[in-house]
């Protein structure tokens, strides 16, 4: 069974400052990862993954996570906030299926505001 | 039209009420869902289709009925709902199958906002 817990439900960081949102997981399987954006009246749209390889990943919009199996957190960062990143932030982990398609399961989303 | 459309964007209707949900994807892709999402609850997987086959029921209450006429097309028909159905209901696709089903990432549709009267 998989899982996911995102801390804070709302983060509120200063336009230019570092975003920094938390995500761990459990996994009974290897996990891969995702970090998915909600703006406003839209759907979710995919910011970047992990599967294998490298534990530095690079997503769209200058966002990175790094992997760390020993902490089993995926956790997104932004070295400097732009307005433009107010939005909702979705970690999730895809679990394994008899049918060959993949199952995510979502954590509840963090809510990012910016402040002028 | 790309990605992943779904229509209406909102609707509004009453508990007696019959009405559907569609969507429809133009990326080739042979896996669809359907999600509900509720305020402060995390997204819930209603339903996954393969192939045009359902391989996923995730406890969903008989009023909603899925169809899948085809790959790229994905229906959720709508019967004497409650208001606590109402939500934002996300359409989903992917590629499938083979040993990186996995690593596919999902693409969503802008959503349909369904308030229930």
């Known amino acids: 069974a998989q899982s996911v817990t995102q801390l804070g439900s709302h983060v509120s960081v200063s336009e230019g400052a570092l975003v920094l949102l938390r995500c761990n997981y459990s996994?009974?399987?290897?996990?891969?990862l995702f970090w998915y954006v909600q703006y406003p009246n839209q759907g979710l749209q995919l910011l970047l993954k992990?599967?294998?390889?490298?534990?530095l990943v690079k997503g769209i919009n200058g966002f990175e996570a790094e992997f760390k199996k020993s902490e089993t957190s995926f956790h997104l960062t932004k070295p400097s906030a732009h307005m433009s990143d107010a939005a909702e932030y979705f970690c999730a982990v895809s679990g394994s299926s008899n049918f060959g398609n993949e199952k995510l399961t979502f954590g509840t989303g963090t809510r990012l505001t910016i402040i002028p | 039209e790309t990605g992943v459309t779904q229509t209406p964007r909102h609707l509004v209707m009453g508990m007696t009420n019959k009405k559907s949900l569609k969507c429809e994807q133009h990326?080739?892709?042979?896996?669809m869902y359907w999600y509900k999402q509720s305020a402060k609850k995390p997204l819930e997987l209603m339903f996954v289709y393969n192939f045009k086959e359902q391989t996923e029921n995730n406890s969903v209450p008989s009023r909603f009925s899925p169809e899948c006429p085809n790959s790229s097309h994905l229906f959720l028909h709508l019967h004497t709902l409650q208001p606590e159905d109402s939500a934002l209901y996300l359409c989903a696709s992917s590629p499938t199958g083979g040993l990186l089903a996995r690593s596919y990432e999902q693409y969503f549709g802008p959503g349909t906002r369904l308030t229930v009267t």
């Open positions: 992990y599967t294998t390889g490298a534990t």
């Open positions: 996994s009974s399987v290897p996990p891969y």
């Open positions: 990326l080739g892709h042979n896996a």
